[in-house]
């Protein structure tokens, strides 16, 4: 995950190195194939890939292709614990949805057992059944865990399928805010349980990060 990211007239990535744990750029440099890609925030939190593949076209650059069941990307975390944020965490991607489902992680951390909280930190899609909150709708959301608990803010906006979008969530003490191509979406963050407004607290008990668009 990475602070701020922005792009010039000529599709060149610029992000700052203030506070940087994960870069991924996704583009097949010197090195990288579809089982390993590098870190270029200097961490060393590099990612070994499963069952991807490599996409010459993509919003910058090149990209990588997952299968929505089985392909992921899995990464070491040093220095990405939420206790290691003192300032916060902020994640951000470019995505592009061939076909939404629910649930389908875009990058996320999560505990090895599947309870709650399902997610310790991570981007998601949301679900578009009238059984979930934002029903009707292609919704993308960011989730935080807190005392075996989920807490999400997810966009008032519908994306299109097969269109790029830089999905950007960010968490501090003012609260959760969630952006899509750099313009605020939302700021209103909830308890899943009931669905109340959320206030931040201290957050710990990580694991490894993957990048997938897995919902197990």
């Given at each position: ?23 991924i ?14 870190d ?6 590099n ?36 206790s ?45 059944t ?87």
């Amino acid at each position: 995950y990475v602070n701020t990211t922005s792009s010039d007239v000529s599709n060149y990535s610029v992000i700052s190195s203030l506070g940087l744990k994960l870069w991924i750029r996704f583009n097949n440099q010197t090195g990288e194939n579809e089982t390993y890609v590098k870190d270029y925030s200097g961490n060393s939190n590099n990612g070994i890939g499963f069952n991807t593949s490599i996409n010459s076209s993509g919003a910058l650059g090149s990209s990588f292709n997952f299968n929505g069941a089985s392909s992921w990307i899995n990464t070491s975390t040093t220095g990405l614990n939420i206790s290691d944020a003192t300032y916060g965490i902020t994640l951000s991607a470019w995505i592009k949805i061939d076909e939404y489902g629910c649930f389908e992680r875009i990058v996320a951390k999560s505990p090895n057992t599947n309870a709650k909280p399902y997610t310790t930190y991570g981007l998601l899609t949301d679900c578009n059944t009238s059984a979930y909150f934002h029903d009707g709708i292609n919704s993308v959301r960011m989730e935080i865990a807190n005392q075996n608990e989920q807490h999400l803010i997810a966009t008032t906006t519908s994306l299109n399928e097969n269109q790029w979008y830089l999905l950007t969530g960010t968490f501090n003490e003012s609260g959760a805010r969630l952006y899509l191509n750099g313009v605020l979406d939302n700021s209103t963050f909830y308890n899943t349980t009931d669905y109340s407004p959320y206030t931040r607290s201290i957050l710990t008990n990580f694991i490894d990060m993957d990048i997938d668009t897995n919902n197990n």
